[in-house]
């Protein structure tokens, strides 16, 4: 069985007050054809294996699901993994989270286990707080801790620029950096923004799309990685468009209004480094 693990992007990410160690957000999320390959073979022993030009941690999300999955089914079942990693770790575009959720999704259909989707959505949130959103496997909205996933109309397609640093950000870091300023956003006042967010999805208008987005953890992340807010500073000058940060960082992204953009910048000295890709709104991960 092969199966896909799109990224995602975070089009609108509000960060809330910590909480009992965790932080409530709300996030529009952009499903994108950036994705890992897996394939899942039935097996006489567990294998886990990685194609990737990053080190994978012993202990990763994929792993983690398949141990989850046995506590929960207790199925003696056997199976191969292989993931053809295409997504950079550390990146702020979810791939160890997608990367979970596929094998959630294509272990329930391999072993013939059956979990309804709110099952899958259970499991999911106990691997990582984005993998519910993968499960879904569309344009949604997070809230809460990551658990609540809710599906929108809007079926506008966009395409995307991305540029992905040659280094890892981590959540916690950026978090923590959160956590040291104090400045938390507004959840009621993001539910809003995202509305007309959406609205001006709906009119594919760029321009008002640009001015509501937003991504509470940029500032923290710019502060504790520096070269990511030169290279912002430095395309948003050359280009004349928007950059925005996908989830903890690194990642960059823009709305492409034309692909000769992307030549563009893909020969940019100060982007030697960094991965350039072109990409465009994914509606399924099916």
Same mark, same amino acid.
């Given at each position: 069985?092969?199966?896909?693990?799109?990224?995602?992007?975070?089009?609108?990410?509000?960060?809330?007050?910590?909480?009992?160690?965790?932080?409530?957000?709300?996030?529009?999320?952009?499903?994108? %054809?950036?994705?890992?390959?897996?394939?899942?073979? *039935?097996?006489?022993?567990? #294998?886990?294996?990685?194609?990737?030009?990053?080190?994978?941690?012993?202990?990763? /999300?994929?792993?983690? /699901?398949?141990?989850?999955?046995?506590?929960?089914?207790?199925?003696?079942?056997?199976?191969?993994?292989?993931?053809?990693?295409?997504?950079? *770790?550390?990146?702020?575009?979810?791939?160890?989270?997608?990367?979970?959720?596929?094998?959630?999704?294509?272990?329930?259909?391999?072993?013939?286990? %059956?979990?309804?989707?709110?099952?899958?959505?259970?499991?999911?949130?106990?691997?990582?707080? &984005?993998?519910?959103?993968?499960?879904?496997? @569309?344009?949604?909205?997070?809230?809460?801790?990551?658990?609540?996933? @809710?599906?929108?109309?809007?079926?506008?397609?966009?395409?995307?620029?991305?540029?992905?640093?040659?280094?890892?950000?981590? /959540?916690?870091?950026?978090?923590?950096?959160? &956590?040291?300023?104090?400045?938390?956003?507004?959840?009621?006042?993001?539910?809003?923004?995202?509305?007309?967010?959406?609205?001006?999805?709906?009119?594919?208008?760029?321009?008002?799309?640009?001015?509501?987005?937003? %991504? @509470?953890?940029?500032?923290?992340?710019?502060?504790?990685?520096?070269?990511?807010?030169?290279?912002?500073? #430095?395309?948003?000058?050359?280009?004349?468009?928007?950059?925005?940060?996908?989830?903890?960082?690194? /990642?960059?992204?823009?709305?492409?209004?034309?692909?000769?953009?992307?030549?563009?910048?893909?020969?940019? *000295?100060?982007?030697?480094?960094?991965?350039?890709?072109?990409? @465009?709104?994914?509606?399924?991960?099916?």
């Amino acid at each position: 069985m092969r199966v896909i693990a799109p990224a995602k992007i975070n089009l609108f990410l509000e960060v809330g007050e910590k909480i009992n160690s965790y932080h409530k957000i709300i996030s529009l999320l952009e499903m994108i %054809n950036l994705q890992d390959e897996i394939e899942l073979l *039935p097996s006489d022993k567990d #294998e886990i294996e990685f194609l990737s030009e990053w080190e994978i941690p012993e202990d990763n /999300t994929v792993r983690k /699901t398949v141990r989850l999955i046995r506590e929960i089914t207790d199925c003696k079942k056997k199976v191969k993994i292989k993931v053809r990693k295409k997504i950079p *770790p550390g990146s702020g575009l979810g791939g160890g989270s997608s990367d979970a959720a596929s094998v959630l999704k294509g272990l329930n259909k391999l072993w013939r286990i %059956n979990f309804n989707n709110k099952k899958l959505l259970e499991i999911g949130k106990k691997v990582g707080s &984005d993998v519910p959103f993968f499960i879904l496997g @569309r344009r949604g909205i997070i809230e809460g801790y990551g658990e609540i996933v @809710r599906d929108v109309n809007c079926k506008t397609m966009f395409k995307y620029l991305l540029l992905i640093p040659p280094f890892q950000v981590k /959540t916690e870091e950026i978090y923590r950096e959160l &956590d040291r300023e104090k400045e938390y956003g507004d959840l009621t006042e993001g539910k809003k923004k995202i509305k007309i967010l959406l609205a001006a999805m709906e009119k594919n208008n760029i321009k008002e799309m640009e001015d509501i987005m937003m %991504n @509470r953890l940029e500032k923290s992340c710019f502060k504790l990685k520096k070269e990511i807010k030169e290279v912002r500073e #430095e395309i948003e000058k050359i280009t004349g468009r928007k950059f925005f940060l996908s989830g903890s960082g690194g /990642t960059l992204f823009s709305i492409l209004y034309s692909e000769e953009e992307v030549e563009k910048v893909r020969n940019l *000295p100060f982007l030697k480094e960094w991965k350039v890709f072109c990409v @465009r709104s994914l509606f399924s991960s099916e």
